[in-house]
Nanobody, 120 residues
C-alpha cells in the first residue's frame, strides 16, 4: 500500500510565497509523473504543474514564471514553490502521482489536499 502526504498550505498575503510538499511512502518501485492540481470553490480541478521521472516540467499558463515544481527521486517527494501569490491562486491543492508498485503494476494516487489561501 502506498500513501501520499501533503504539507505546506496556509494563509499568505498577496505577493507572498508558500512551498507545498508531497511525500509518497510504502511499496514503490518507481514514480513516473508527479502532478499538482488545484480546485477552487465552484471551479473544476485544474492542472497546476507536473514533472516527469526525467525532470521535464509543464506549467499552467496562469502560474508559469511564478511557480516551480521539483522532485527528489530517492526521497519520493515532489515540491511546489509558489511565489508572487495572487488571490486567484486560492484553492485546495492536490498532489497526484503515477507510480509502479512493481514492474508493470501501475497505480494512480491522490493526496488529501492542502488549502492555500491568498488574502490580505
Amino acid at each position: 500500500q502506498v500513501q501520499l502526504v501533503e504539507s505546506g498550505g496556509g494563509l499568505v498575503q498577496p505577493g507572498g510565497s508558500l512551498r507545498l510538499s508531497c511525500s509518497a511512502s510504502g511499496r514503490i518501485f518507481q514514480i513516473n509523473r508527479m502532478t499538482w492540481y488545484r480546485q477552487a470553490p465552484g471551479n473544476e480541478r485544474e492542472l497546476v504543474a507536473d514533472i516527469t521521472l526525467g525532470g521535464s516540467t509543464n506549467y499552467a499558463d496562469s502560474v508559469r514564471g511564478r511557480f516551480s515544481i521539483s522532485r527528489d527521486n530517492p526521497q519520493n517527494t515532489v515540491d511546489l514553490q509558489m511565489n508572487n501569490l495572487k488571490p486567484d491562486d486560492t484553492a485546495l491543492y492536490y498532489c497526484n502521482v503515477d507510480l509502479q508498485t512493481s514492474p508493470g503494476d501501475d497505480v494512480n494516487l491522490w493526496g488529501q489536499g492542502t488549502q492555500v489561501t491568498v488574502s490580505s
